[in-house]
């Protein structure tokens, strides 16, 4: 074999390595998992949960993930409400703030929607504030006004920064003081079942999800609570 013929053989074998690694690079970024290119602002639940949340839409049966926490606050009348208040009913619930100028005024209008589609009473909804210092039940009140909530329905709750980390903990999603004075928060939906677990978790973004919300709560209100094993 000539010089020339060494050469070119030599030129041919590193191409096809440089075009082997072009391509093993490709399928690596092209595999990386959904979560991890979500937007840093958007707060995201145990992945655990997720993966499972996931599964169950794929099966259409609910599971639970796991027990929503207990807790008193205020709702947006100045009376007190708590877990024990959603005690055997199925609930649908939010982490919102009313001075937020992001994601929070969509998801509002979006759980209104929810409260329109519903039939049973057996079905509540919940805002948690996670910026309880300027909530105060006279400000949710008027934003629950605007969004045209039915204060038998639809809770808007605030409490000590405390109570409302520690709902947002239990409900394992983070809500986030942002130096500017807003709050980076969750924008999922949570849908929890008469036995007060989470058994679904619903993206804001996504139509579909959101369209399914109101028929799998009428669902689960259809039925008993199912004795905890």
């Given amino acids: 074999m000539g010089k020339t013929q060494k050469l070119l053989t030599v030129c041919l074998w590193a191409l096809l390595v440089v075009a082997m690694v072009g391509i093993v690079a490709t399928r690596a970024t092209r595999s990386q998992p959904e979560h991890d290119l979500a937007a840093p602002d958007v707060a995201q639940p145990l992945d655990g949960a997720m993966t499972a949340a996931a599964q169950q839409h ?3 049966k609910p599971t639970a993930l796991f027990p929503a926490p207990s807790f008193k606050l205020v709702d947006q009348t100045g009376g007190s409400f708590g877990s024990d208040d959603l005690h055997g009913r199925v609930w649908i619930a939010d982490f919102i703030f009313t001075h ?58 605030t409490g000590s920064k405390q109570q409302m980390t520690e709902v947002a903990q239990g409900m394992k999603v983070a809500a986030k003081d942002d130096p500017d004075g807003g709050v980076t928060h969750s924008t999922l939906f949570l849908l929890v079942d008469r036995n007060g677990d989470v058994v679904r978790l619903y993206h804001n973004e996504d139509e579909a999800e959101m369209k399914r919300l109101p028929a799998d709560a009428e669902e689960l209100a259809s039925k008993p609570a199912e004795p905890r094993r």
């Fill in 100 to 157: 937020c100028a992001g994601p929070c005024p969509m998801m509002t209008a979006k759980m209104g929607d929810v409260q329109k589609a519903l039939t049973s009473p057996d079905v509540k909804l919940v805002s948690f504030s996670v910026d309880p210092d300027r909530d105060t039940p006279p400000v949710l009140k008027e934003y629950a006004q605007r969004f045209g909530s039915d204060d038998a329905r639809w809770k808007f709750l």
């Fill in 58 to 60: 794929d099966a259409g």
